[in-house]
């Protein structure tokens, strides 16, 4: 009988809609804290110039723009388990495409921070945009950093589409199990959903739309951010493996921060019915096979640099193992292409200890490897008088931790005021005789 | 002009209200909506409307937006007059991107704003007839009717296994 079991799953999952507990507002003060200090920081960065970052030449490109490529790859997973396996018809997705798709939002929210941080005269931003001026400048549209624009733009605006679509119906369920203001609040937001079989013929085909169109999407961002490297001809950068790497890297960092975040949250929210250690093996599976692609892409670097002969090429790879950068690149090899392997033993999976641990330390490895690339590239570039070991100062590394407690103040505050799981996906057909269903 | 009045049923299982639909298509009465928590394709079957036209607005909006892609950029390009060496101005190949992003951009907007505008979806209350437990775990149709016949669609709604029919009384006089 369905009714018991469709009541069953409005409990579960709109039970996490209420107040948090003390402990989870005091994570949120430190969070808001952590931001602050960060906000502090950019303001003194603004007031005195990029001088007190750690960039300098040869090196432009340092903690900002590694966060951002990291940021961007994070929202990755996100898109996968939302657009990719909805088209899929996956069924296990269900349980954790809300928090993903939430981590994309705000995970690209979080990128785009980056590019206006490291941009130094961050109130000229608005010369990036098209628009018809006085002193005839325009964008250069053959420019990857002008696709980045309009890419990461795109993405952002579509994931919160796509995002806020989904939520509709759970929104709708949400208000007609409140009361009060609370009922008014998600009325307005629920817009008028009632479940009509109109609403839900429209609304079907919009979400199969919306999959279709984010499906090629979420291959392009990652490919366009790839060529803000690979169109340069930094030793280390220019590489036509690039775009694919990247979005394997993208899809492997964002599930292992689903890893990261889902496994302690489905305590906290106690929606351990509903997002099961079976749903959590699955994105472990998928975490091996892009393990295996990253293990691949950081074989097939080297053998390229030594096949294709060019000798500064060489240089690069040689002094990424042994340069200034080395321990950085031993410890995201290790992390992203050698632990995943741990994950083909079934007793690894289903441990959500290890799962956790692996999770953590595979975005710890994603985000060096962003570093190494970027970083190490462009401070061991043609000339070896110009070489330059770059670190990063307290005021980059005080930015780049503070946007990472916005994002994870985002995701804390908007995870207890939507539902987390989806309620209406999470509902089974109902069983219809073979006469009903014709 | 007023609506005409509706007479609302509730059922606490998909198939009874499968049998209503059948019930009330055979009648010939076809001002009918269902309510459902999760979407009931085989009432979609069962109903005169079947298709939304939400994809079609996704692929026109979308060649609107590939169009415009290339177009900004060509007439960006021409109006900078940026020195290329030799090399084309308008130059197709970069031109890709942005034009692939503005036909996902632009498909993605039009879509919210059709789906949106087709399934009435703005800040309202909810219709009379609605019930809440709609969105927790029962299925409900409503028939709109002349008032002479809502005895006759309350007796098949509840002859097909209707917990609740509201409405059917006809009114006095």
Redesign the interface.
């Given at each position: 009988?369905?009714?018991?079991a469709?009541?069953q799953v409005?409990e579960e999952i709109l039970q996490a809609v209420r107040m948090p507990s003390r402990r989870y507002l005091g994570l949120l003060a430190l969070l808001a804290g952590g931001m602050g200090w960060a906000a502090l920081c950019f303001a003194y960065q603004v007031m005195t110039g990029m001088g007190v970052t750690g960039l300098n030449l040869p090196v432009g490109w340092g903690t900002y723009i590694t966060s951002f490529v990291f940021w961007i790859g994070i929202g990755h997973a996100g898109t996968l388990i939302s657009a990719i396996l909805y088209l899929l018809r996956v069924e296990w997705r269900t349980a954790v495409a809300r928090a993903a798709e939430t981590m994309t939002v705000f995970a690209v929210m979080t990128a785009g921070l980056f590019p206006l941080i490291h941009l130094g005269r961050v109130w000229v931003v608005y010369f990036i945009l098209?628009y018809p001026n006085t002193a005839?400048?325009?964008?250069?549209?053959?420019?990857p950093l002008?696709?980045d624009v309009?890419?990461i733009?795109?993405y952002l605006?579509?994931s919160v589409?796509?995002w806020y679509?989904g939520l509709?119906?759970d929104l709708?369920?949400v208000?007609?199990?409140s009361t009060g203001r609370k009922r008014w609040v998600y009325?307005?937001l629920s817009?008028?959903?009632?479940?009509?079989?109109?609403?839900?013929?429209?609304?079907?085909?919009?979400y199969?739309?919306?999959a279709a169109?984010a499906t090629?999407?979420v291959i392009?961002v990652h490919s366009?951010v790839s060529w803000d490297f690979a169109v340069g001809i930094v030793p280390g950068w220019h590489e036509t493996i690039f775009p694919p790497y990247f979005v394997a890297g993208a899809i492997h960092s964002g599930l292992a921060m689903v890893l990261t975040l889902l496994i302690p949250l489905r305590s906290v929210l106690r929606l351990k019915a509903v997002i099961q250690p079976r749903h959590l093996e699955e994105v472990a599976k998928l975490i091996i096979v892009t393990g295996l692609m990253m293990l691949y892409a950081y074989a097939v670097e080297p053998f390229m640099a030594w096949y294709g002969g060019d000798l500064v090429e060489r240089q690069s790879v040689v002094l990424r193992a042994t340069g200034p950068y080395a321990p950085y690149f031993w410890t995201m090899t290790a992390l992203n292409a050698v632990l995943p392997l741990a994950l083909f033993r079934k007793r690894v999976r289903t441990s959500l200890v290890a799962l956790f641990a692996i999770g953590l330390l595979i975005n710890v490895g994603m985000w060096l490897e962003r570093y190494v690339i970027i970083v190490g590239s462009l401070a061991n570039d043609f000339m070896p008088s110009a070489w330059f070991t770059y670190r990063p100062s307290w005021v980059e590394l005080s930015i780049a931790v503070g946007a990472g407690c916005f994002f994870l103040f985002m995701l804390l505050v908007t995870l207890r005021v939507i539902p987390a799981v989806a309620v209406?996906e999470s509902?089974p057909?109902?069983r219809?005789?073979e006469e009903?269903?014709? | 002009m007023s609506e005409a009045p509706r007479v609302a049923a509730t059922f606490?299982?998909?198939?009874p209200l499968?049998?209503a639909l059948r019930s009330l298509r055979e009648a010939g009465i076809d001002r009918?909506?269902?309510?459902?928590?999760?979407?009931?394709?085989?009432?979609?079957?069962l109903?005169p409307?079947?298709d939304?036209p939400?994809?079609w607005y996704?692929l026109a909006a979308g060649i609107a937006g590939c169009v415009g892609g290339f177009a900004?950029?060509i007439i960006?390009?021409r109006?900078?007059?940026?020195t290329v060496g030799g090399k084309p101005v308008v130059?197709w190949l970069?031109?890709c991107?942005?034009g692939?992003?503005?036909t996902?951009?632009i498909?993605?907007?039009a879509?919210?704003g059709?789906?949106?505008l087709?399934?009435?979806?703005?800040?309202?209350?909810?219709?009379e007839d609605?019930d809440?437990?709609?969105?927790?775990?029962?299925f409900g149709i409503s028939v709109q009717c002349e008032d002479d016949a809502r005895g006759k669609v309350a007796d098949l709604l509840r002859e097909a296994g209707a917990d609740e029919v509201r409405g059917g009384a006809e009114p006095a006089g």
């Open positions: 009988m369905p009714a018991t469709y009541r409005n098209p005839h400048l325009w964008p250069n549209f053959r420019s002008v696709f309009v890419a733009t795109t605006t579509i589409l796509f679509l509709i119906p709708a369920a208000r007609d199990a009325g307005v817009v008028g959903w009632q479940g009509a079989n109109d609403q839900w013929r429209h609304y079907l085909r919009a199969a739309c919306f169109l090629p999407l392009s366009v209406s509902k057909e109902p219809l005789a009903s269903a014709g | 606490t299982e998909a198939e499968l049998a009918l909506t269902v309510y459902s928590p999760v979407p009931l394709h085989e009432a979609e079957a109903l409307r079947q939304s939400i994809r996704a900004l950029c960006a390009t109006f900078f007059g940026l130059s970069p031109f991107v942005i692939f992003e503005l996902v951009l498909a993605g907007l879509t919210m059709t789906v949106f087709y399934s009435r979806l703005y800040p309202r209350s909810v219709a609605y809440p437990r709609f969105s927790v775990d029962t």
